[in-house]
Each structure stands twice: as structure tokens, then as C-alpha cells.
């Protein structure tokens, strides 16, 4: 799940020559498509090539903590540092995401993540209700 402001499918610059998979907008926005002679013309400007390269790099240590969390890792945790990662501490949000987006975001299938979310519920630690999420505490306010 990509936000607003963010860049995706930076491997076709370097790699292929067409992406290998799609991607859908969950909401209303601008999508923009830059070239890649025009991405690799920018990368000879030192600042732009050192911008560019830490954002590979944050993606890189980002999917590489996915990775040693994944199927090992308690699914709970996992959804809830993905909450923390979509929306903050928030403890109530609004989301256009569909039970199927984050189950496929967390590398499970929707029936897992709904027995998940039974659980959750059941503890009184999330509650979804419709667009609405309710935490009754996060990872964040738990730490201090």
C-alpha cells in the first residue's frame, strides 16, 4: 500500500521492462508516471541520486523487517504494526481499505485475518465496524 506522496515500481527502472504486477487506487487521487530516460537523466544530479538512493534504501530495511517478521511472527502483531504504519496512535480512524487490501497486505488470507479480527474483538483490543477502526491501545502508547 503505497501514500500519497510515496513511489512504487522503481525495479522496472533497472530491471524489467514492464512492471509484473498492477496496481489499483483505493481512493481518489493523481497518479504520476515518469519515464525512465527521464528518471535516469535526474539520477546524474548528486542530490536528486542521493535522495533517490535513501528512499531505496528505507524500502529495502523496510521489506527486509517484513521479512524476518513474516509467516513466524504473531499475526496480531503484524496487523497492529501495520495499523501503526497506515495510521499512527491514532485510537479511532476512518479507512477506505477493505478487510481484503490489508489481508493481502499482511500476506494472509481474508478468512485468517477475520478470525483474527474476532479475536481482537472479543479482547476488546480493535474493533471494525464498516470504514471505522477502533484500537483500545496501540504499540506506541503502550511503550511510554
Request: with cysteine; charged share 30%.
Amino acid at each position: 500500500i503505497v501514500r500519497p506522496g510515496e513511489t512504487f515500481a522503481e525495479a522496472v527502472l533497472f530491471e524489467l521492462r514492464v512492471y509484473p504486477a498492477t496496481a489499483t487506487m483505493l481512493e481518489p487521487g493523481t497518479l504520476f508516471v515518469v519515464p525512465t530516460p527521464e528518471v535516469k537523466a535526474l539520477l546524474r544530479d548528486e542530490t536528486f541520486r542521493d535522495d533517490f538512493l535513501a528512499m531505496i534504501s528505507r524500502k529495502l530495511r523496510h521489506l527486509a523487517e517484513q521479512a524476518a517478521s513474516a509467516p513466524g511472527a504473531d499475526l496480531a502483531e503484524r496487523f497492529e504494526r501495520f495499523l501503526e504504519e497506515q495510521f499512527g496512535a491514532a485510537p479511532r480512524v476512518e479507512t477506505r481499505l477493505t478487510r481484503r487490501d490489508v489481508a493481502a497486505a499482511l500476506g494472509v488470507a481474508p478468512e485468517t485475518l477475520s478470525r483474527l479480527l474476532r479475536v481482537l474483538r472479543a479482547s476488546g483490543r480493535v474493533k471494525w465496524t464498516g470504514r471505522i477502526i477502533e484500537r483500545t491501545m496501540c504499540r506506541r502508547a503502550r511503550r511510554g
